[in-house]
């Protein structure tokens, strides 16, 4: 019998099986891609899903009850807690990434998935194996995420009083090094120019933005024309709820402008909309607006057509264009005004961002 959405991966030395379902159903259901290295464990992700779905269909929960003392049971009671809740949007789709992850596993030779282990019988021998063989079957960076978040978790369930110790303390997990690739301007251009050429003008512009204006990718896709006036962007961040104003370089200025005599004003059902509920940047094949996996991929295929480097990410534009505004001889007020950025010390408590230092920011780096 073959499985919706069951997909084999050939990695560098060994297979690993994908549940990889389209985006109406990661939308409903708030999943996206999963991995797992045995076909039966991916089959039966895959039929769960398929459930779960046919339900959602119907109006009916896919929320069963619960086992509270199981693992599964923890981890939703966490996600009831604050410590949850006031994650962003997209922090909590990582942490489900994650999550899915871990709770699908087998430990060692065991029949029973870590979801349906009581939580309160998972000692430290349990959580090393975790690492482990997360470690072997997709990486030693994955494993390491998946048993932070599940840390979090088990101090969260130790303040409920549902577990009485955390098995993932002091792990040795080593701090996870940040991300230091910038882009040089030329490869910016040669990006912007190739997407242009290709008919993926939204992609160039989706760069643009989050170059000039040194910002998260997720936010960028989720700009409308309410959030852009007479040269300003103004809109909130999803992570950290700031909300930034930035004037737009000259040469995103002309690119808006572009941008929006050929946008068209419909709605996915070809309905006429106000101009303003529009999103800035859609996916041409689509006509709406990119979900995270796929301004990836299509990223990538421009990426790989301009025949650049592997190591250049979307996400590293910003700080790329924070670092340029650093070697400008911005402020770090400027800097913070522009970026969103709260933390500096002391002196934050009596300076605060403002449409003004990120103007002045903005004209020291494009004059």
Known sequence: M??????RRQRSNHVVWAVNPGSDV?????????????LDDANSRSQEITDAYEAYKKGISRNKSLNENTILGLVEAYKRTNS?????????????????????LRLGDSNIVLKQMLSRNLTVSHSEQIHSQLSADVSVHRATHVCKVLRRIWFVGMR??????????????????????LWTPAEVATFIETADKNGLRSVGTLALLCYDLCQRPGDMRHLTWSNYSSGVFDFIQEKTKTRVEIPASPR????????????????RWNRPIKSNDQHV??????????????????????????????DLQIRDLRRTGATEMAESG?????????????????????????????????????T
């Open 330 to 366: 911005c402020t770090e007020d400027e800097l913070r005004s522009v970026t969103g950025h709260q933390s500096r010390d002391v002196l934050s408590i009596y300076v605060r961002p403002t449409t003004k230092l990120a103007a002045a920011g903005i004209n020291k780096r494009f």
């Open 2 to 7: 073959k499985y919706k959405y069951v997909e």
């Open 252 to 267: 995103l200025v002309d690119r808006m402008t572009h941008q929006y005599h050929h946008t068209a004003f419909v709605d």
């Open 160 to 181: 409920l009083g549902k577990v009485r110790f955390n098995p993932f303390q002091k792990m040795g997990l080593a701090s996870l090094p940040s991300r230091t690739v």
């Open 281 to 310: 940047v859609l996916f041409e094949h689509t006509g709406k607006p990119y979900d995270r996996r796929m301004y990836s991929k299509v990223a990538a295929k421009v990426r790989n057509l301009a025949n650049l480097s592997t």
């Open 26 to 38: 990661r939308d409903a259901l708030e999943i996206g891609y999963e991995q797992y290295s045995n």
């Open 84 to 104: 949850y809740v006031k994650l962003s949007k997209n922090s909590k789709h990582i942490y489900n990434q994650l999550l899915r992850e871990a709770l699908g």
